[in-house]
C-alpha cells in the first residue's frame, strides 16, 4: 500500500481506487510568487520564491479526484497562505467537502526580518471532513485550532524551500487516523508525510512531480526505514514501506 508516485499529480490521483484513502494531508503550492521579491535563508543558503517555477498557481483541481478517492466519513487538511483562506476554504467546499476550521501552526523560532513590517511566525490549514467530523476523531471539544513547533531546523532540514516538521504532519496524522490507515499526499515534496506516516505506524501514498524531490524524498523514506530494520524483518519491512513508481 505504501506508494511514492512520479507523475503529475492530477494524471496519478487518477489512477486511485474510489473510498481508497483515510486521511487526505498536503502542502499544495501557495501561489506566493510576486513582485515582492521574498525570500527564505536557511544557515547559509538563501532560495528566492521568484525562482520557484511551482509556486506560481495555487492548484485545485486535485481536490475533486481526492473527493472520490477518500473514504466517507474522514478527515483533510491542505496548508495555504494566509491570503487565500477564503479562496481555498470555497473550493474545498464546492468540490463537495465540509471545512471544519483553520488551523494554525506557530513558529517561535522564526528569524528576525529587515522588512517594515511583522516577521511571520504563523502558518495556516483549513480541516475539513467528507461526511461526519466523530469518524477517526481522536481530539474533542478541548482540542485547540493551533500548535507551537519550531521551525525546520538541524538535521532534519533537506533542501526543499517549504519542508513542514515532521511533528506537525504526525500531529495531524494521530488526530485524524489510525494505525494501518492509508494517508494521500498529492504534493509531497522532500518526503516529509511519508516518515511522519512511519512514525505514526499508517500507510502512505505520496505523489510528486518534480523528480529531484522524488529522489529526496527516496532517501528520507530510506533513511528513515532504516531505523527499523534488522538483520531478521528487513524484508519484511521494505515490502511494507517502500514503493517507487514513475
Request: net charge neutral; with cysteine; proline share 5%.
Amino acid at each position: 500500500m505504501n506508494k511514492l508516485l512520479h507523475g503529475d499529480c492530477l494524471t496519478e490521483l487518477k489512477k486511485l481506487d474510489d473510498n481508497s484513502v483515510d486521511l487526505l494531508l498536503t502542502d499544495p503550492p501557495y501561489g506566493t510568487n510576486d513582485k515582492y521579491h521574498k525570500s527564505i535563508k536557511r544557515g547559509n543558503n538563501i532560495t528566492s520564491f521568484n525562482s520557484i517555477e511551482w509556486d506560481n498557481v495555487i492548484p485545485f483541481d486535485y481536490l475533486n479526484e481526492c473527493f472520490r478517492i477518500m473514504k466517507d466519513d474522514t478527515w483533510g487538511v491542505v496548508f495555504t497562505d494566509k491570503k487565500e483562506i477564503t479562496t481555498v476554504w470555497n473550493y474545498i467546499e464546492s468540490a463537495g467537502f465540509k471545512p471544519r476550521n483553520t488551523f494554525y501552526w506557530i513558529k517561535p523560532n522564526k528569524a528576525p526580518t529587515p522588512a517594515s513590517n511583522f516577521k511571520s511566525n504563523v502558518e495556516t490549514c483549513i480541516v475539513f471532513t467528507k461526511g461526519r467530523t466523530t469518524i477517526k476523531w481522536t481530539g474533542g471539544g478541548n482540542q485547540p485550532n493551533y500548535i507551537m513547533l519550531p521551525f525546520v531546523i538541524g538535521k532534519e532540514w533537506v533542501n526543499h524551500p517549504t519542508q513542514k516538521p515532521i511533528k506537525l504532519m504526525e500531529h495531524f496524522i494521530q488526530l485524524f487516523s489510525k494505525e494501518g490507515d492509508v494517508v494521500l499526499d498529492p504534493f509531497v515534496g522532500s518526503g516529509t508525510t511519508p516518515v511522519a506516516c512511519i512514525r505514526s505506524n499508517r500507510n502512505y501514498i505520496g505523489v510528486e512531480i518534480d523528480e529531484a524531490y522524488v529522489e529526496l524524498a527516496k532517501e528520507r523514506i530510506s533513511a528513515e526505514i532504516n531505523r527499523y530494520i534488522t538483520a531478521e524483518n528487513a524484508n519484511k519491512v521494505l515490502r511494507k514501506f517502500f514503493d517507487v513508481t514513475d
